[in-house]
């Protein structure tokens, strides 16, 4: 069935709607937009000096979030936490029900860079310049899970990298 053209009177209906309402919402959205992404911004470099504040004067400049997995938590645990754990706060992901609604500064970390997708497991790395960089490992697991080794293995080594220079750092 083909569709039928509008009419002239339908046209000028849908004009003036898009004359009338773009004006509306841009008034209305602007001022929002201009507010919240750089409150959004400010949050960010909050969370980052709170983080210093509290974590990066012990030296502890990573974040680490994984859960009980039995695709990667023994693996985590054997591998990683001997050689991250001085450098890192760790969040379980599968205590995530017990969480306080008035979430600690490694909560709020987590869900400001962590974001929606692949969060899990996580490494967000807090280098005392620059901005806080987040490695994802949920699709490196997936890959080794599959036999592909070497997406986990570059994500390792910058994670094991980061606790490099911490060390240096420290030195």
Known sequence: MAK?????RARIGLGLLVVVLIP??????LPTLLV????????????KVRWEQ???????????VYSRSPHW???IENNWLPRVA???VVLDWSDRSTWPKWAPLEIRAFRYWGGKRNFNPLALLFPKRGKVRA????????DLKHGKKSTLQTAETELFGFVDAIR???A
């Open 4 to 8: 039928r053209p509008l009419s002239l």
């Open 24 to 29: 509306i919402l841009v008034v209305l959205l």
């Open 36 to 47: 919240a992404l750089p409150g959004y911004w400010l949050y960010g470099q909050w969370l």
């Open 54 to 64: 509290t974590w990066g004067r012990q030296g502890k400049r990573i974040l680490l």
């Open 73 to 75: 938590h023994g693996y």
């Open 86 to 88: 001085p450098h890192a």
């Open 135 to 142: 490695i994802r490992f949920w699709q490196a697991f997936r």
């Open 168 to 170: 240096r750092e420290a």
